[in-house]
């Protein structure tokens, strides 16, 4: 399969050569720089950008810069041979892949342009394996909720987003009643199969790419309710609640019942001079909570 490359070049036919190694590039040939930035953003498969140093309209380096913001494709810079010595530091400045002095002969570019389709797929395995790894580290192993540690930032990025607009904000912080005597008298496996359960129910009880579900510690689960109201959480929370009862786990032919605990609050534009930070809202909704569970548990207690 040949290999898409872009290339932005007012003076130089590249023509013959991309007839020749038709079967290894498919390439497009724009002249300016601005016709060279919105070709790139048209398509996210370029596997490189070849820019001739000067353009009628910038500099090559500067197209280089600005292609980094809107493609992934790896940037090679096409070079006077006489400008050789003053541009390639330059360049190396600007993390360009490789400078190709004008001169190249056909077959040394063919092989620097499959270099440079290599250097691209080891880039996209990389950004892969990040990726992989920063889901891993947000979430949570058993539940496939958001593990606690991700919670902070998304925290406070909302809270910021809410005090700046004036609007509503809650949290909800659960707690699972007496899942530590679930485990000790029918064990671990029946209190993961409780915990996810109720993972699930909250996820499907709450708003897929608006809310956010978090584990937060053993038995205890945080919902995140932007653009919602406390009392707007408390139906959310009673929700859970319903569910958590409705749950239910056999193990060694007993079924468990299963009940939470919920500590609901959040911020409220009309005053706005409360619950300005996160740990404010952390703090409250774990107070609610302890005294939820110090009142028997299976209850919802507010705290605007």
Known sequence: MSSPFLVVSHHLNFDSFFSEFSNSFEATVVRSGADGLATLA???SWKGVLVAAQLPDMDGLDLIEQADSISSAVPLLLVPDARLAELLPLANNRSVFRVIPESTPANILATILLDTVRQFDLLQQEHRLLARIEQMTSTDPLTGCCSR??????????????????HPLSIILCDLDGLTKINETFGHSA????????????????RQDIDTVARWGGDEFLVILPETPISGA????????ERCIQLGHAADGNVIACSASFGVTGFIPENADRHTTAENLLQLAEHCLLQAKAAGGNQILYCP
Do not use: K, N, W
């Open 191 to 206: 209190g993961d199969a409780i915990l996810s359960g109720f993972a699930l129910a909250a996820s499907q009880a709450t």
């Open 42 to 44: 048209l398509l996210t």
């Open 149 to 166: 540690q991700h919670i902070p930032p998304l925290l406070h990025r909302e809270l910021r987003r809410s005090l700046r607009y004036r």
């Open 234 to 241: 408390g139906i959310v929370a009673t929700r859970l609640r």
